[in-house]
């Protein structure tokens, strides 16, 4: 197991190094000056010129990107050309809110999804199953933007119930988590449809297996079949379909984190863009792609403790 | 093994003339593994197997899952790429044919699948699945291809009625009288039948080992019967081969292995199965344990560790040679009992 | 003799697809005695497994109806048994083994856990008693080193191995009535050879009833006091072994056995029966098999059912076919009784049989 977590982290570094690669070339591409940005329309010419010689910007791109590279091998990812502030510190210092609003969907998914899915297939074509297939239907076709507007007008405009955007500091009080149900419902509910049908699928093609026949003749009742001998099962593909889940789950975080003005790395990022403040967009991104690498390799691992049939070595 | 000085035996005489010589095939798959992935071993599937099977002859080939004998069948066939050793087909080697020279091996040697229902296309006719081969291995016109196609589908026991219909629309049986057209279409002198009856139930078994059998007095065909039922295989082989984790145990005329099996595990085997009068069970030879993996078969003889004949450390340390047994040369066996 | 352990009676099943209602048992009668194996033989799709599956309740349904019939064991009624009374039956009284030992044990959950859940499900006992059973079962069906393998999981288990666990599974709790469903088909017959000494052995030791389903007619005459053949979801014949042997009275019966190739005796042609199993979606009246039966008498094949008929004055031998019933006045062109010692001494001549 060791073995293969080594071997899949070396791997990680090609794919974060190509990354990077992919970054500066968008942004280089990317329209829009910095230094004109900082210092405004109507500036003059000879200033611009100088700050950009000050940023590096007059640089061939493939020196300013094997100089980035250089400093940010050494942990040094550049400073915010707005505020000056080094990247890192920005990304430390927004971090913890992103994981809070992800893991908080994840577990909204789950809780919602897991338990409907199986009753779902358990009781195939009754009225839960129905219900639920509605439900699946309703959240699928909303896209999160959309939601994260109707729920906040809803909940905490109209009927007040939960406080309208930002963030209460970490999730220690009633306070702080009232603040994340909102964001965490608008990213989180619309998955929670799709999981609830793979989950329904997956347990209905367990319960077909012969081994879920075998359980039952061994007269040990319903629950034990569905929850010790289906559920394990099921989930592997569940816990795939997680996996592949991530990144589209940081995007819609990102618009979430916007419209709540949720204080994580989303919508740094999405500031950064407007600002041409390139060496933060190069940063989070990086970021980014290192939350979902490792969330992958999370997923491999979670997959060889529920089936023993895959052993990584 | 030498085939020159064949001695009579009840299996009656054949002329010597081998349409097909095995020497020394092998074929391994590389097993994957370690960090980088490399190849960590090997699993030998087929490990130096040498045999000739005669023209006209049935060849019975018995062994158990693992054995290789699938594995044997596909590389003669070239559907697998041979590791080491050759299977010459009329004098060509299979292993180094050309494309252009396989084409021409193709057209005669043919095979036929275990499973009917996954080895037929299901989205083709029976009457595009038969006349397939003719397109792609033969400048047959379409007059003749078509020709053959009414003769074929007859001779298997359908009707022309039954050329546009697809595959699923007919039972196990009728879909194996489908392969069996269709890999007889281009008029092949080698047959290899994979475990062609194993899916199938009885009383319809029975019927396709007799149009087996009535195709090949029709067409002179060899056959390469492969099976794990050797209750089949003594019913359709002239001689029979049993091979044990890749290696060939013992060859013999079919009458003669089943009289005086020699080598240990084919008296175990001859013994495991069931029979309908009593009293067979009293001397069942049981055998412990199960075959070990090919990837890492023992040392010596493969089967010492369930033999009940083991005699001693020679055969843990040697490999036995296929040698000819009671001064026969039709009558093969690897053990160091002889 | 004493009331049967297991007595099935006129039993219809009906699977409803999308072709249309497939009759896949139309009136099957079959009896198990105390201590007896009773051997189910026919050919795929003939109802053997839907037969025994409906002892046990576990027909997916839909698309399974049960629409007629009686399955009395140990004098209650199992059709009309709720899941939870059912459950006490499963696994405790009635145990089942199924033919693809690959598939049908869970592949995330330990040997142990699911050799030793039955016992539980079924006792008040502890864990560790459970288990303590569990590795004696495994030992007792021969399975090396129980101890370690308590803890593994099926995958790395081989097919004759994974087969012993089944059956330490279903004898754990040492139940009346073992079903075990075509056990060796999945298996080289080496491997089949051991498994089939298990289950002799296993029956030697505990008092216990087998059904023994299989397509295999040499294999179960092996381990069998009594067969019953089926043919298209009816019960065509039921004897004893030796009269299955000596005397087949049903023509398919005589058909089947001899299209068996032979290992003693090879032939240059097997004999084979003149066209296939009738559709079950609206099958022919009368008799099954009359479309290709060799003794076709006439009408009244096509439009009588045929009873299951006791020939032998002993209720040991019993077939369904007009020839020996008194709808037609046709009888047989093979002797049916003679100085077969089978049909005077039923008890003697099975017992003997099946406890080799």
């Known amino acids: 197991m060791l073995k293969y977590i080594i071997r899949r982290l070396l791997v990680m570094v090609p794919v974060v190094l190509g990354v990077t690669v992919v970054i500066s070339t968008l942004i280089y591409l990317s329209p829009g000056n910095p ?27 493939h020196l300013r990107y094997v100089d980035w590279l250089t400093q940010a091998l050494q942990g040094n990812l550049g400073r915010s050309l707005e505020t000056g502030t080094p990247v890192t510190d920005l990304i430390v210092e927004r971090l913890p809110a992103t994981l809070e609003l992800a893991f908080a969907s994840l577990a909204i998914m789950l809780v919602i999804a897991l338990p409907l899915g199986v009753v779902s297939a358990v009781r195939q074509y009754s009225w839960v199953d129905n ?124 618009i979430v984190e916007v419209v709540f003005a949720w204080p994580g790395m989303g919508r740094l990022l999405v500031d950064a863009v407007l600002r041409r403040d390139y060496p933060v967009v190069q940063g989070v991104t990086l970021m980014y792609a290192v939350i979902v690498i490792v969330a992958n390799l999370l997923v491999d691992i979670a997959y060889s403790y529920l089936d023993p049939q895959i052993s990584y070595d | ?118 080895s037929l296309n299901p989205r083709m006719t029976v009457s595009q699945i038969i006349t397939e081969p003719m397109r792609s291995l033969t400048d047959w016109s379409k007059s003749k291809r078509e020709d053959r196609l009414y003769q074929l589908i007859e001779e298997v026991g359908l009707s022309k009625a039954h050329l546009s219909r697809a595959p699923h629309e007919f039972s196990g049986g009728q879909q194996q009288r489908v392969a069996i057209a269709r890999a007889l279409s281009v008029n092949p002198q080698f047959v290899i039948a994979d475990e062609p009856t194993s899916a199938l139930d009885v009383s319809v ?73 009593a009293g067979a069970m009293d001397d069942r030879i049981v055998l412990e344990g199960t075959v070990p993996s090919p990837e890492d078969p023992p040392d010596g003889c493969r089967f010492h560790p369930r033999c009940q004949e083991y005699i001693g450390e020679v055969c843990e340390r040697t490999d036995p040679e296929v040698e000819p047994v009671d001064g026969r040369a039709d009558h093969v066996c690897a053990c160091h009992h002889y | 003799m004493t009331d049967p352990l297991l007595a099935i009676d006129d039993l219809h099943v009906h699977f409803h697809t999308e072709e249309g209602t497939v009759e896949a048992l139309d009136g099957v009668d079959l009896e198990v005695y105390g201590d007896e194996v009773v051997g189910v033989i026919g050919e795929s799709g003939c109802g053997k497994t839907v037969t025994m599956l409906s002892v046990m309740g576990l027909l997916q349904s839909p698309p399974a109806e049960v629409v007629g019939g009686s399955i009395r064991y140990d004098g209650r009624d199992l059709l009309t048994c709720s899941e939870s009374e059912l459950n006490e039956i499963r ?55 129980p101890e370690r393998l308590m803890d593994e999981y099926p995958h790395s288990l081989s097919g004759g191995m994974r087969q012993r666990v089944m059956i330490a599974m279903a004898l754990v709790t040492e139940p009346n009535l073992l079903i075990a469903d075509e056990p060796t088909t999945a298996l080289d017959v080496t491997i089949q050879a051991q498994v089939m000494e298990v289950l002799r052995e296993l029956r030697s030791d505990h008092e216990v009833s087998i059904v023994f389903i299989t397509h295999d007619l040499p294999l179960v005459s092996e381990i069998a006091d009594r067969i019953a053949v089926m043919y298209a979801g009816t019960v065509a014949e039921t004897c004893s072994v030796e009269r299955l042997f000596d005397r087949p009275l049903h023509p398919y019966t005589r058909k089947l056995t001899e299209s068996i190739p032979k290992l003693d005796q090879p032939a240059t042609r097997l004999p084979s029966i003149d066209g296939t199993v009738p559709s079950l979606v609206d099958p022919p009246d009368g008799c099954r098999f009359a479309s290709r039966c060799p003794q076709f008498i006439g009408e009244e094949c096509r439009s009588v059912t045929p ?48 406890r080799r």
């Open chain 1, 35 to 61: 230094a004109q940005i900082a210092l405004g329309q109507n500036a003059n010419p000879e200033a611009v010129a100088r700050l950009e010689q000050q940023m590096g910007l007059n640089k061939p791109p």
């Open chain 1, 131 to 254: 219900a639920s297939m509605l439900f699946a239907i309703f959240w699928l076709s909303m896209p999160s933007f959309w939601l994260a507007l109707i729920l906040l007008l809803l909940f905490a405009v109209h009927w007040d119930f939960f406080p309208i955007s930002g963030r209460a500091g970490a999730l220690l009080s009633v306070t702080a988590l009232s603040y994340l149900v909102l964001p965490a419902i608008a990213n989180g509910a619309r998955r929670a449809g799709l999981l609830t049908r793979m989950m329904r699928s997956s347990m209905l093609e367990i319960l077909n297996k012969d081994y879920i026949r075998t359980a039952k003749g061994k007269g040990i009742g319903q629950r034990s079949v569905i929850y010790s001998h289906g559920m394990r099962n099921a989930m592997i593909p569940i816990v795939t379909l997680l996996g592949l889940q991530v990144p589209s789950l940081i995007s819609s975080s990102v």
């Open chain 2, 1 to 118: 093994m030498s085939t020159q000085e064949r001695t009579t035996d009840t299996d009656g005489e054949r002329p010597d003339d081998p349409i097909v010589r095995v020497h020394e095939l092998e074929k391994h798959f590389p097993i994957k593994g370690g960090i980088l992935q490399r190849t960590v071993g090997h699993v030998r599937a087929v490990d130096g197997v040498s045999f000739d099977i005669q023209t006209g002859e049935t060849l019975g080939l018995v062994g158990e899952s693992g054995c290789g004998k699938s594995t044997l069948g596909r590389t003669m066939a070239r559907l697998e790429e041979a590791t080491s050793g050759s299977v010459e087909f009329d004098g060509r080697d299979v292993t180094t044919a050309s494309k252009r020279e396989l084409k021409a091996i193709r057209r005669n040697v043919q095979m036929i699948f275990q499973d009917p229902a996954s």
């Open chain 2, 205 to 277: 078994q029975a019927d396709i080992l007799n149009l087996l059998k009535d195709l090949q007095d029709e067409y002179d065909l060899t056959y390469l019967f492969i099976s794990h039922d050797l209750s089949v295989v003594r019913h359709i082989s002239d001689r029979v081969m049993v091979m044990y984790l890749g290696e060939v145990a013992e060859i013999a005329p079919t009458e003669r292995l089943f009289d005086a099996p020699k080598h240990p595990y084919t008296r175990a085997l001859l013994s495991s199965i069931p029979r309908a009068s």
């Open chain 3, 91 to 145: 696994g405790e009284e009635i145990s089942m083994i199924y033919q693809d030992p690959m598939t049908s044990l869970n592949p995330v959950l330990t040997v142990g856990r699911q050799v030793s859940e039955v016992l539980l499900a079924h006792r008040d006992i502890s864990k560790r008693d459970a288990r303590e059973r569990s590795v004696e079962m495994l030992d007792a069906c021969g399975l090396a080193d």
């Open chain 3, 307 to 354: 009873a299951l008929t006791d020939v032998s004055g002993t209720g040991r031998h019993e077939v369904a076919c007009h020839l020996y019933t008194d709808v037609s006045e046709a009888s047989p062109p093979w002797p049916v009784d003679d100085e077969d010692r089978t049909a005077q001494q039923p008890t003697a001549e099975t017992d003997d049989g099946g």
